[in-house]
């Protein structure tokens, strides 16, 4: 366990942390930067586990870079409060694969104050759920090759910055990409400059009305492909 925590806390500094293993687990009890004001990395792989209770930062401030990715099997994280990929001038990197899982609580920020946010999520049997906003103002979002999302509430192209959302591709085992997206709202071009792309078979439900017109749409422009 661990209260408050910094990977890569100092300008100049690099810090780097894997959670390896099924029995192995990181319990963040507040919130968690990672690339503070340095640069850092967390992995969490091979059935490995991360909950934090607070918020997550990764790419903090001015020139830093940071990087949180969960793989495979059995990987998962549990982020109780809000995820933000990308702030103030930094560089922020998000990625689910290769059959991990991540579950957000609160809402989502990529590419914000000037920063550029890079989220993945992709693989078979790879989901992340949003349980609030996601918020895309420069940056991309792509999920690919079978993998799953849910998010609540999204909104593409906030801010004044250009957002892409990429939903494509079909795993090896004929499952779609799917993206069920805007329960409450979906939003491309909120406030700034917003790009939806679906390719190759990927799949987006704009809300929770699945047989409704629009959804059907979506699925043979695609699909068909």
Same mark, same amino acid.
């Given at each position: 366990?661990?209260? !408050?925590?910094?990977?890569?806390?100092?300008?100049?500094?690099?810090? $780097?942390?894997?959670?390896?293993?099924?029995?192995? %687990? !990181?319990?963040? %009890?507040?919130?968690?930067?990672?690339? +503070?004001?340095?640069?850092?990395?967390?992995?969490?792989?091979?059935?490995?586990?991360?909950?934090?209770?607070?918020?997550?930062?990764?790419?903090?401030?001015?020139?830093?870079?940071?990087?949180?990715?969960?793989?495979?099997?059995?990987?998962?994280?549990? @982020?109780?409060?809000?995820?933000?990929?990308?702030?103030? !001038?930094?560089?922020?990197?998000?990625?689910?694969?290769?059959?991990?899982?991540?579950?957000?609580?609160?809402?989502?920020?990529?590419?914000?104050?000037?920063?550029?946010?890079?989220? %993945?999520?992709?693989?078979?049997?790879?989901?992340?759920?949003?349980?609030?906003?996601?918020?895309?103002?420069?940056?991309?979002?792509?999920?690919?090759?079978?993998?799953? $999302?849910?998010?609540?509430?999204?909104? @593409?192209?906030?801010?004044?910055?250009?957002?892409?959302?990429?939903?494509?591709?079909?795993?090896?085992?004929?499952? +779609?990409?799917?993206?069920?997206?805007?329960?409450?709202?979906?939003?491309?071009?909120?406030?700034?400059?917003?790009?939806?792309?679906?390719?190759?078979?990927?799949?987006?439900?704009?809300?929770?009305? @699945?047989?409704?017109?629009?959804?059907?749409?979506?699925?043979?422009?695609?699909?068909?492909?």
């Amino acid at each position: 366990m661990s209260g !408050l925590m910094r990977i890569g806390s100092n300008a100049g500094s690099s810090g $780097a942390v894997t959670v390896e293993g099924s029995s192995s %687990l !990181l319990h963040v %009890l507040t919130d968690l930067f990672v690339a +503070n004001a340095g640069t850092g990395t967390l992995t969490i792989s091979s059935g490995g586990g991360a909950i934090i209770d607070g918020h997550v930062s990764i790419g903090e401030l001015n020139g830093t870079t940071g990087l949180m990715l969960v793989t495979g099997t059995g990987s998962q994280t549990t @982020i109780g409060g809000n995820l933000y990929v990308g702030k103030d !001038l930094a560089n922020g990197f998000f990625t689910v694969s290769n059959g991990g899982y991540a579950l957000v609580y609160g809402d989502i920020e990529v590419g914000t104050g000037g920063g550029v946010g890079t989220v %993945l999520v992709t693989g078979t049997d790879t989901s992340w759920d949003v349980g609030g906003t996601y918020k895309g103002e420069t940056g991309t979002f792509t999920l690919a090759d079978g993998a799953m $999302a849910f998010v609540t509430d999204i909104q @593409i192209g906030t801010g004044t910055g250009t957002h892409t959302v990429v939903v494509t591709g079909v795993n090896a085992s004929g499952s +779609n990409s799917i993206l069920m997206a805007g329960i409450t709202r979906c939003s491309i071009g909120e406030t700034g400059h917003g790009v939806l792309t679906i390719s190759e078979g990927g799949i987006v439900f704009p809300d929770d009305r @699945i047989g409704h017109s629009i959804v059907n749409s979506f699925y043979i422009s695609t699909y068909n492909r």
